[in-house]
T-cell receptor, first 119, second 117 residues
Framework: AQKVTQAQTEISVVEKEDVTLDCVYE???????LFWYKQPPSGELVFLIR??????QNEISGRYSWNFQKSTSSFNFTITASQVVDSAVYFC????????????????FGTGTRLQVFP | GAGVSQSPSNKVTEKGKDVELRCDPI?????LYWYRQSLGQGLEFLIY????????KSGLPSDRFSAERTGGSVSTLTIQRTQQEDSAVYLC???????????????FGPGTRLTVL
């Protein structure tokens, strides 16, 4: 069965600290996709990144970076120089192929990590 | 452009009543998903629609739940004879889902918070 584990329930940091959110996944598929979403207090899930199973290159987008390691089935998310606006719940998700095409996948979500950034 | 919209944003109902939740996907997106977010169960998949194909209902928790998608666009999730355990935030998402393309990103709406008294 496919599963996503986010072991960190809640993390608190002070502004400008770096913070890493962990994500470990389980799947038997050879082709799969991993995602990170941010859920601020407003409640809407905001897409951050999508990564396919064949691309293990790390990715950086501004203060955000992601480390994908198939050997450890992990897809960790680091925020550099955190800011108060980064306070949110962050979800890691894994796609599970449905039907006959890989482009209509349901998402398997982790339980989320609540990040609180204090000024 | 406009994102996924959902209505109502909040719904309070009495146990045993029926409710309808609406989702308007991003224009041109062919795939539409419903998820539920609750304290006890986290984020869980309910149902998905792709074009004119039969929906995948494998995530619906009981036969009190049903959904339809009219004209390949707007979708309605109906919960009959609501129970207190149905209280949750119901999220809708859509994706472009072009045939033959890699997995598309799902974009989420703001959700409908359902409270069953």
């Amino acid at each position: 069965a496919q599963k996503v584990t986010q072991a960190q329930t809640e993390i608190s940091v002070v502004e400008k600290e770096d913070v890493t959110l962990d994500c470990v996944y389980e799947t038997r598929d050879t082709t799969y996709y991993l995602f990170w979403y941010k859920q601020p207090p407003s409640g809407e899930l905001v897409f951050l990144i999508r990564r396919n199973s064949f691309d293990e290159q790390n990715e950086i987008s501004g203060r955000y970076s992601w480390n994908f390691q198939k050997s450890t089935s992990s897809f960790n998310f680091t925020i550099t120089a955190s800011q108060v606006v980064d306070s949110a719940v962050y979800f890691c998700a894994l796609s599970e192929a449905m039907g006959k095409s890989y482009n209509t996948d349901k998402l398997i979500f982790g339980t989320g990590t609540r990040l609180q950034v204090f000024p | 452009g406009a994102g996924v919209s959902q209505s109502p944003s909040n719904k309070v109902t009495e146990k045993g009543k029926d409710v309808e939740l609406r989702c308007d996907p991003i224009s041109g997106h062919t795939a539409l998903y419903w998820y539920r977010q609750s304290l006890g169960q986290g984020l869980e998949f309910l149902i998905y629609f792709q074009g004119n194909s039969a929906p995948d209902k494998s995530g619906l928790p009981s036969d009190r739940f049903s959904a339809e998608r009219t004209g390949g666009s707007v979708s309605t999730l109906t919960i009959q004879r609501t129970q207190q355990e149905d209280s949750a935030v119901y999220l809708c998402a859509s994706s472009l889902a072009l045939a033959g393309q890699p997995t598309d990103t799902q974009y989420f709406g703001p959700g409908t918070r359902l409270t069953v008294l």
